[in-house]
RNA sequence: GGGCUCAUAGUCCAGAUCGGUUAUGACGUCGCCCUUACACGGCGAAGAUCCGGGGUUCAAAUCCCCGUGGGCCCACCA
């Protein structure tokens, strides 16, 4: 009988007719019932080309759980959704068109982001559709939509409310040559030579001075304590004494902190409002009052006494001639001191308090924590990132940004009396551009309004997805289906972030967790291990990897060699011979589609051996599915495929599905085991390569897409491992021994059918043509 | 510096919770072979001091301890 498939091999290019077939047939759209299977799908970042490969693997990913939870019978809800707030446009922007982001008028700019985004989003949403990701295309949502954002104002504007937002001072980092605050990213450290001033400060009621080594001499009235190392002996005697700063004359106490190193200078150190991030941290957790000696002009303030107005490098010249002459000076040393300094402007950076808003997270830590217990995570070691981070929280979440390409903090100010006042929920706002929706300020009845030039923090954005995709605040009869969603995928650079602020915003606004499961992927690397950059040149772009080769290889490719959870290379040629598999699939089917399909029929011992085989690997899958480990099933479907199916099994039985020799009912069962064998292993690939298997399903086995079908439920039934190997060493012994003999494989050959293998001697002879 | 994690052939990976005969499979390499599904194939071969050191044990890739090296996250030196 001629095949019913004809070509060779599978040809990626049948995936774009297919992907038509299942837009037509409209086999992935989403109505709630009570009970779905939400996904609260990371809506990716368009932030240049090329999209990462990793990306592009996770996202495969994410698909197959979404394919897998059909066929289990869930009713699947995948919204899709496109990222769109924050610096990287900004900056993607600005060195696009050769600008700056300050210097440019502020609507003008954010045209040009949005632009951008647009073209980067385009193609990002192309790669996704031709990945086979069933998600809901058609109503993807942006993050600066309108609606997401009034969405995300109204959340803030509801905490204001709850009193769970406040305003407050917090150390920046301060280019004062730009007049800006600037990002921990934009720090570079240069190597710039200063002066190491040893300088003797005196132990209160005692005839005693202790020495401290500072490159910040200046900031002497802005001490608030010295520190020394616990295990230092050297200070053991005066722990918890006061201590007189020079010139000052202010008492400060002298406390243990492992921070103090007992070799560097003199081994105790002072701690000052800001001389770098380790006063910052020693602030905050000691809980000192700060004393702001350097102003947003650059300049020391009135704390300093007769240096204010001076500029802190002048201030330290002429404060250590003061030292001198008073002699609190033991020595100075020229040192060389790993400076930070802007990017942009090249100037040692200053730490000073500046107000920004804050979101109220100390609080919620224990709650948050036991939400998390209640999470599943898969896999079970992530959950750890997320406790580790909740047990490093000590300050409250600041949530201001000062940029553009943001979600705008809905806050008017009123002129006459400077009250915050905050519009009603529901629209979206833009107070740097739109009058106040408020006519008389609510606190002293004026009418003149500043509006709010700060956007939010984009992490204010991304913590309400679940909250957006189950329609919050917008239609309450989706939101009681779908809320809580049911699992939350995503990367694991992103827990201490997106994975934490959901939960914590989710609860604050609805007191509910987001979801029940979280699903951790590890990073795409090169093929050396390294992490992928732009800069390194070691990014692989997936859209032509993806083109030449398939959407199916790259999912395998991803499936089989993505242990879960784990960090995973990625390397185009490994890509490439994927495709083997598939080829391998293809043949096999189209072996099959030369014999009619047959439902029933009685198995022989051959038969019954490789459906015993058969169910072992539903079962193996089984495990892999129910923790959404794909690199499970893809390895044992491969391997069962070609090593057991084709290389001994089909061989067996070749020559009685043609009839040759063998009775007709010994032949349907053949046909019946063939056909059987072959769909069980297409349901089982379905989530993980759609394409080729619809294609082959609807050629072999039916009018209707596999994607509508129940997996395969394994019987409970013992295992016949054994025999595996037994027949396939004895087929290796066979065919070596034609090999040596120099006979060709059809060449008839005296042999013996150990006892062992009897029940499938018939199959076996016919195989080999054994006489 | 703190945390998490990994370490098995040229490359990737299995062997994890349950120590036990010649350490799994794939890719790549080499040799032979057109065998009525497949040369994008078949058969076969070579290739691993299971990161190092110590310990527990009759027995360790597998369990424990100490190192070394990679990756990522966080913090960065008065």
Redesign the pocket.
């Known amino acids: 009988m001629e095949?019913k498939i004809k070509e060779?091999?599978w040809n990626p290019e049948l995936e774009k007719k297919i992907l038509k077939d299942w837009d037509e047939e409209k086999i992935y759209e989403f109505t709630p019932t009570e009970n779905n299977f939400t996904i609260d799908t990371p809506p990716p970042y368009p932030s240049g080309r090329p999209w990462h490969i990793g990306a592009a693997a996770h996202y495969s990913q994410i698909d197959m759980i979404a394919r897998t939870a059909r066929m289990s019978g869930e009713n699947v809800y995948f919204p899709i959704g496109i990222d769109r707030n924050g610096l990287p446009v900004e900056l993607y922007t600005e060195k696009k068109h050769n600008i700056r982001m300050r210097e440019t008028e502020r609507g003008e700019f954010l045209n040009l982001c949005r632009v951008a985004l647009d073209d980067l989003e385009a193609e990002m949403l192309l790669i996704m559709k031709n990945l086979g990701i069933s998600g809901e295309f058609a109503n993807y949502y942006r993050t600066d939509s309108e609606e997401y954002r009034s969405l995300t104002q109204s959340t803030f504007i509801d905490l204001w409310k709850k009193g769970q937002i406040y305003l407050a001072n917090r150390p920046n980092n301060y280019d004062w040559v730009s007049g800006t605050t600037i990002a921990?990213a934009e720090i570079i450290?240069q190597d710039l030579p200063t002066k190491l001033v040893y300088m003797k400060f005196k132990i209160k009621d005692t005839e005693k001075e202790i020495i401290i080594?500072?490159?910040?001499p200046e900031l002497l009235c802005a001490c608030k304590t010295i520190i020394v190392n616990p295990d230092d002996q050297r200070y053991a005697p005066f722990i918890g004494k006061k201590i007189i700063v020079p010139i000052t004359n202010a008492e400060v106490e002298l406390r243990t902190h492992h921070?103090?190193?007992q070799?560097?200078?003199s081994?105790a150190?002072?701690v000052c409002s800001y001389?770098?991030?380790?006063d910052?941290?020693l602030f905050r957790e000691l809980e000192l009052e700060e004393v702001v000696a350097i102003g947003l002009d650059g300049k020391m303030t009135e704390a300093a006494g007769e240096y204010a107005g001076l500029k802190p490098k002048q201030a330290r010249t002429k404060i250590i001639e003061d030292l001198e002459t008073n002699g609190f000076v033991e020595k100075i040393e020229d040192i060389v001191?790993?400076t930070?300094v802007s990017e942009r402007s090249k100037i040692p950076i200053e730490i000073i308090p500046m107000e920004e808003y804050y979101l109220k997270q100390k609080d919620s830590v224990e709650k948050i924590k036991k939400l998390g217990q209640e999470i599943t995570f898969y896999p079970s070691?992530h959950k750890?990132?997320l406790m580790?981070w909740l047990e490093?929280i000590n300050i409250d979440w600041p949530i201001s940004r000062r940029r553009y390409y943001g979600t705008e903090i809905p806050i008017w100010y009123c002129k006459s009396c400077s009250e915050p006042n905050i519009p009603e929920p529901g629209k979206y706002y833009k107070p740097w551009s739109d009058k106040c929706p408020i006519s008389n300020c609510t606190k002293c009845g004026a009418t003149e309004f500043v509006g709010e030039e700060r956007t939010f923090d984009t992490w204010m954005d991304s913590s309400v997805s679940p909250l957006f995709v189950s329609k919050f605040n917008k239609d309450s009869e989706f939101f009681k289906k779908v809320y809580p969603t049911t699992i939350r995928p995503q990367a694991?650079?992103i827990v201490?972030t997106w994975l934490y602020y959901t939960l914590l915003r989710c609860d604050q606004l609805t007191g509910n967790k987001p979801w029940s499961q979280a699903w951790i992927m590890g990073?795409g690397?090169d093929?050396k291990?390294?992490?992928m950059s732009k800069s390194k040149g070691n990014a692989i772009d997936p859209l032509p990897v993806i083109e030449k080769l398939g959407a199916d290889t790259f999912r395998f490719w991803s499936a089989s060699?993505i242990?879960h959870g784990?960090?995973?290379?990625c390397?185009e040629?490994?890509i490439e011979?994927t495709?083997?598999f598939l080829?391998?699939l293809w043949?096999?089917s189209?072996?099959l589609s030369?014999f009619p399909v047959i439902n029933s029929g009685k198995p022989n011992p051959t038969d019954k051996w490789i459906l015993s085989e058969l169910n072992n690997l539903v079962k193996e899958c089984k495990k892999g599915y129910d923790e959404y480990n794909f690199f499970v099933p893809a390895?044992a479907v491969?391997?069962f495929t070609?090593?057991v199916f084709?290389?001994h099994y089909?061989?067996m039985v070749?020559a009685r599905a043609?009839g040759?020799g063998f009775s007709d009912d010994e032949r349907d069962a053949a046909i019946f085991t063939l056909h059987k064998t072959l769909s069980t292993i297409l349901k089982l690939l379905a989530p993980i390569t759609p394409f080729i298997t619809d294609h082959l399903w609807k050629t072999l086995y039916s009018q209707s897409s596999i994607h509508i079908e129940q997996q395969v439920e394994p019987e409970d039934e013992q295992s016949e491992n054994k025999l595996t190997e037994e027949i396939s060493e004895f087929n290796?012994k066979v065919?070596?021994e034609k090999?040596t003999k120099g006979l060709?494989?059809?060449d008839s050959f005296s042999y013996p059918v150990p006892k062992s293998l009897e029940p499938f001697k018939k199959d076996l002879e016919s195989m080999h043509n054994l006489i």
């Open positions: 095949p060779k091999a921990d450290y080594a500072s490159t910040r921070s103090a190193q070799e560097f200078g081994g150190v002072m001389g770098d991030q380790n910052v941290a001191h790993r930070p070691m750890q990132i580790n490093s694991k650079d201490r990073y690397l093929e291990g390294l992490k060699e242990n784990y960090d995973f290379r390397n040629q490994k011979s495709k083997k080829s391998k043949n096999v189209r072996f030369s390895i491969r391997e070609w090593n084709a290389a089909i061989e070749k043609y040759i290796s065919w070596n090999k060709s494989l059809k």
